[in-house]
């Protein structure tokens, strides 16, 4: 049974900074893509970033575009978020998911981009105020 587990979250000021870790059990990571998510309230799921296999492809959503940084380590099974200049419109819950297939950067990014992943974890909640 694959489980999802997001820590890091809490509540910080604008302009601080936080890091989200996911760990992966029940499931080999070492050659699919991850993704982080957030929701806010009364909207969508969107992706904030993507990374595959082994780092070599990342991708971020325009908001979060050189203030976040995905990284991963296989062997441990985790991924990461570092949140830097952190503002009120990042609030929202923060998803860690894992793609569905292996295969070539664009499949992992058209289903990053429609929020199509296979395994998702319960989340964990940011909350930034200004």
């Known amino acids: 049974q694959v489980h999802i587990l997001e820590s890091g979250g809490g509540l910080v000021q604008a302009g601080e900074s936080l890091r989200l870790s996911c760990t992966v059990s029940g499931l080999t990571i070492n050659d699919l893509a991850m993704g982080w998510f957030r929701q806010a309230p009364g909207k969508g799921r969107e992706g904030v970033s993507l990374?595959?296999?082994?780092?070599?492809?990342?991708a971020y959503g325009d908001s979060v575009k050189g203030r976040f940084t995905i990284s991963r380590d296989n062997a441990k099974k985790t991924l990461y978020l570092q949140m830097n200049s952190l503002q009120p419109a990042d609030t929202g819950m923060y998803y860690c998911?894992?793609?569905?297939?292996?295969?070539?950067?664009?499949?992992?990014?058209?289903?990053?981009?429609?929020?199509?992943?296979?395994?998702w974890g319960q989340g964990t909640q940011v909350t930034v105020s200004s």
């Open positions: 990374i595959d296999y082994n780092g070599g492809n990342i």
């Open positions: 998911a894992v793609d569905r297939y292996g295969g070539v950067w664009s499949d992992h990014f058209r289903r990053w981009s429609r929020a199509d992943f296979a395994y």
